[in-house]
């Protein structure tokens, strides 16, 4: 019966529905490398999209190869699965941003590359503990931007007051605010003692450091031209179509790269993205030399790489994505009745279909690629698992549902819309109406933090750990006293707590967390991605940022 009722709904969407591709591939890790998956992904076709030209067949070769003088590789072109519409230093979540904006710009830390959470040193020397609600930190006096603008403690306060202006301050909970002692000291004042480094994410590994001289210099172009203090700087930056970076010989901290954390390295010189939304182009891009890595390729068209025509050019990962699609309820305005109703209305299987080949459903709220991920965290007998329209029809004649349109809050992706569409058609199968409500980034950004911006809200949240992606999800403080999905619930606020804290963060606490969230509806996990890395054999060793493909510290044959 429950097949047959996913066939049905598919059909019912499917004339809403023209196209689904793979857009949101975000930190992944690679889990074997040249045998095709075990498990069979849904079909995908190879032809290019309608308006997108496929490039003429011709045999496949890396697109640049050989190493130069300097001991660099020449170039590399990899695909970016979306636009990253600017370079503003305002926002680092985007997830395609996580290949390129680290290259360009620098944080005070680095989160260190084995999981374990600790602080590596960037542009901040060190840091010392005055006591649990203030840090004394120590700036590097050498660091300077590709003007010449030294980067000095009133260029991190600037950034500070900057980052908390324009709305993007995530996982700020903890920041108060930053005294200048002298020009590479500062003083950070948090709100209390932080339970958890993690805690500390955005403020010390996600804030970005710049110059305020050179943001007052270049005015609203800067978001554009970008004048970062990272090892690579912007060549050439075209929205919509491609970013080339070129390794910075002036980089500040050239003579330091083994004590810095490998994203610094300069292995190529040309690094090249080009923006490919639709994976089945980016696909013939690799067959036909024009791209050299693709982190999204679908895992039903990864064989031909991995043991096909072209498998002695190129070598393939299955990876495994951290971040996930959530849907929010606005809990403000759906009782939970309504909200059950909605959720046992879903089947995430049918969505994550819909939504390309690279998708997969989801029993908790996180992926196997979190290093505190464990099997006993998966929701089995929950709405996440149990697709039940009876169930959803009977939570919905309890609930005070009077028949209005819900609106459903979503990013202007392709991924994203598959996914609202094929909800809207699953939600009217128990007769609920809704409507899609799609945004560009900063419009997501304000209507999901107003109390009346939507009715469901779909987003995808990643973190350092399982547990520290539900900050932007269980955390009462994210919404000024509430959660994403405008929760205000001093009990999901003590668990939450207590599965994040060093000292109780353990599976049996996060279980506890979970099975809350779940028996009160206020969250629904959608999808994680599973899709294929492929890159040539001239690199001989993939180089990550935490689990980010980073073209500028893999290996290349002869290095």
Not at 344 to 366: E, Q, R, W
Not at 486 to 506: E, G
Not at 521 to 528: D, E
Request: with cysteine.
């Amino acid at each position: 019966m429950k097949n047959a009722l996913v066939k049905r709904v598919i059909a019912l969407a499917s004339a809403s529905i023209m196209a689904f591709s793979m857009i949101g591939c975000s930190a992944t890790t690679g889990s074997s490398s040249s045998a095709p998956a075990a498990e069979a992904a849904p079909a995908a076709e190879a032809a290019a999209p309608a308006g997108e030209a496929a490039p003429a067949a011709e045999a496949a070769a890396p697109a640049a190869e050989g190493l130069l003088e300097n001991g660099r590789w020449n170039k590399i072109i990899m695909a970016a699965n979306q636009d990253p519409q600017d370079l503003d230093p305002d926002s680092v979540n985007a997830p395609v941003r996580y290949n390129m904006i680290y290259a360009i710009y620098e944080t005070l830390f680095d989160m260190a590359d084995d999981s374990s959470g600790e602080l590596k040193p960037c542009i901040a020397s060190g840091y010392e503990v005055v006591d649990g609600a203030t840090w004394k930190v120590t700036l590097r006096d050498n660091v300077y931007d590709w003007e010449g603008n030294n980067i000095t403690a009133n260029d991190v306060a600037f950034c500070f007051d900057y980052i908390v202006s324009t709305g993007n301050a995530v996982r700020f909970d903890w920041y108060d605010s930053i005294e200048v002692v002298d020009d590479y000291t500062f003083l950070f004042h948090w709100k209390g003692e932080p339970p958890a480094i993690h805690d500390l994410e955005f403020p010390l590994s996600r804030t970005i450091i710049f110059s305020e001289k050179a943001w007052k210099d270049h005015g609203e172009s800067f978001a554009k031209d970008a004048v970062g203090t990272g090892s690579y700087k912007v060549a050439e930056f075209t929205p919509g179509s491609k970013l080339i970076l070129e390794a910075n010989d002036d980089y500040w901290g050239k003579d330091i790269l083994d004590e810095l954390e490998p994203r610094h390295r300069q292995n190529v010189q040309t690094i090249e993205f080009d923006v490919v939304t639709e994976a089945s182009t980016a696909v013939v891009g690799l067959e036909t030399g024009k791209l050299d890595i693709c982190d999204y390729v679908p895992l039903a068209m990864q064989e031909e790489f991995a043991t096909g025509q072209y498998s002695d050019k190129f070598n393939v990962e299955i990876t495994v994505a951290g971040d996930y699609f959530y849907l929010a309820p606005n809990c403000l305005k759906l009782d939970e009745n309504l909200r059950k109703a909605i959720m046992y209305a879903i089947d995430n299987a049918a969505v994550a279909k819909a939504m390309g080949g690279s998708y997969v459903p989801l029993k908790t709220f996180g992926t196997s690629y979190y290093n505190d991920y464990d099997a006993s965290l998966e929701l089995d007998g929950t709405y996440l698992s149990d697709y039940d329209l009876d169930k959803a029809k009977e939570f919905l004649a309890a609930s005070d549902y009077d028949g209005r349109e819900l609106s459903i809050l979503i990013g202007a992706d392709e991924a994203s819309k598959a996914a609202a569409t094929m909800v809207q058609t699953m939600l009217l199968q128990i007769g609920v109406k809704s409507k899609i409500d799609a945004k560009t980034q900063d419009g997501v950004r304000t209507a999901s933090t107003s109390k009346d911006g939507f009715d469901i809200y779909m987003n995808t949240v990643g973190g350092p750990n399982m547990v520290g992606s539900w900050h932007l999800l269980f955390d009462n403080e994210v919404n000024s006293g509430f959660t994403t999905s405008w929760v205000q619930d001093d009990q999901l606020q003590s668990l939450y707590k207590a599965a994040s804290a060093d000292a109780t963060h353990d599976a049996a606490h996060m279980r506890e967390c979970l099975d809350y969230v779940t028996d009160h509806a206020y969250f629904y996990v959608v999808a994680g991605t599973s899709s294929a890395l492929v890159y040539p054999k001239t690199i001989t060793s993939i180089g990550r940022r935490e689990g980010y493909v980073t073209p500028n510290c893999s290996v290349y044959q002869g290095q």
